[in-house]
């Protein structure tokens, strides 16, 4: 319990007691929710490892199938950042090599971005920060709006649950990963996904976690989120070229959705 009581309140940055009492009493169920999902710490020591594997040739060019994921995605994307006024405080998590921020209408907002990949962080602005998410540098409630393109690796309990921390209330939340839809057809598994390099070379594995709608409203309560709205989005004719092989489902057709987006707010 010890153990599981620092993990909620590492870098928390909580000054009374009753705030940090409060963290403690939200964090006691997200860590029982925690126990079906590997160790926080693993998950984020594996996807580091795994991301800066292939964080080279992680571009939608030689990445098709993410390619396809965020062609998607980026129109739902742009219509629901498009309108964030200027001055909110906006924190990219999980960035990559920057996708969101090339491709996304994310309006006037004050930008951060965090990315924990030494590989994929190189690719990014000066700033970033490459903190582990349960780490940052950051007061509790310290943006307006927390968004992150494809951060399956995030989708569990205390992952939603720290992310929301970061949230101011009434804030926004925005994350996407691949819809459950997709993950299931075409993996038979939720929870892990490798890469193959160009050359053939297998990239160790990272976390990916699908949630459905109803699952991602349980992880939201969990964090103090009210979920307001859930989009699949369906696989969208790429420019130029046919769809990446592994968009399709084992049985060869393509799902009603590749994509989910969840849109929440901090209560």
């Not at 800066?52 to 219509?79: M, N, Q, V, Y």
């Not at 209330?169 to 892990?192: C, K, Q």
């Amino acid at each position: 319990m010890a153990d599981e009581a620092h993990l909620v309140l590492h870098r928390s940055n909580r000054d009374t007691v009753e705030e940090i009492a409060q963290v403690v009493r939200e964090g006691f169920e997200v860590h029982k929710a925690s126990e079906a999902y590997p160790d926080c710490r693993r998950v984020d020591l594996e996807n580091r490892v795994g991301y800066t594997g292939i964080a080279e040739e992680f571009i939608d060019e030689l990445r098709l199938t993410t390619a396809d994921f965020h062609h998607a995605s980026a129109p739902r994307l742009s219509g629901i950042l498009g309108r964030t006024p200027a001055g909110a405080r906006l924190l990219e998590v999980g960035a990559g090599r920057g996708w969101l921020r090339r491709a996304v209408d994310t309006g006037e907002a004050d930008y951060s971005c965090q990315e924990s990949s030494a590989g994929m962080a190189r690719y990014l602005p000066d700033g970033v920060m490459t903190e582990p998410i349960r780490a940052l540098p950051a007061r509790h409630g310290a943006y307006d709006w927390v968004v992150g393109s494809l951060v399956d690796g995030m989708a569990y309990p205390l992952g939603v649950f720290c992310l929301a921390q970061l949230l101011a209330p009434e804030g926004r939340i925005v994350l996407t990963w691949p819809s459950a839809v997709w993950s299931t057809g075409r993996r038979r598994t939720t929870h892990t996904t490798r890469f193959v390099s160009s050359s053939g070379k297998e990239v160790p594995g990272v976390h990916s976690f699908t949630p459905d709608r109803t699952r991602t409203k349980e992880l939201f309560r969990l964090a103090g989120l009210a979920l307001t709205d859930f989009v699949e989005c369906p696989p969208v004719p790429p420019t130029g070229r046919p769809y990446s092989p592994d968009t399709y489902l084992a049985d060869g057709s393509l799902p009603e959705s590749v994509v989910s987006i969840a849109v929440g707010v901090r209560q």
